[in-house]
């Protein structure tokens, strides 16, 4: 079993969980985030003097999968998170963890059959 966290533009969510649904990965939790990478935030002006903007918004991806689904899971994920053919610096990155146990609260089942 594997944990995939991705940070992706908010604007790339709908592509991406479309992208997850053709490799037949449904569940998935969402969430709000800032950061920033490469681009190390953005300049911006209000009202004339230039500030900072240090945090860039981005969505979260946490999808628990079993081992099978791994490769799939990443493909998907890039092919819907990347800004055209080639992509641009802020599209975002993939962390494939390891994950020692999942547990449904529900039946109290565990391991793969719990994801």
């Not at 569940?27 to 190390?40: N, S």
């Amino acid at each position: 079993m594997k944990l995939i966290i991705a940070i992706v533009q908010p604007s790339r969510l709908e592509a991406v969980k479309e992208a997850l649904t053709e490799v037949e990965v449904f569940r998935l939790t969402v969430v709000d985030c800032q950061g920033f990478g490469r681009q190390k935030g953005q300049a911006s002006s209000y009202r004339g003097p230039d500030f900072a903007i240090n945090l860039l918004r981005k969505v979260q991806l946490q999808i628990a999968v079993n081992e099978e689904f791994v490769e799939p899971t990443i493909q998907a994920i890039l092919k819907g998170a990347k800004t055209g053919e080639k992509g641009e610096i802020g599209d975002g990155k993939i962390f494939v963890l390891p994950m020692d146990d999942c547990i449904r609260i529900r039946t109290g089942e565990r391991g793969s059959e719990a994801i």
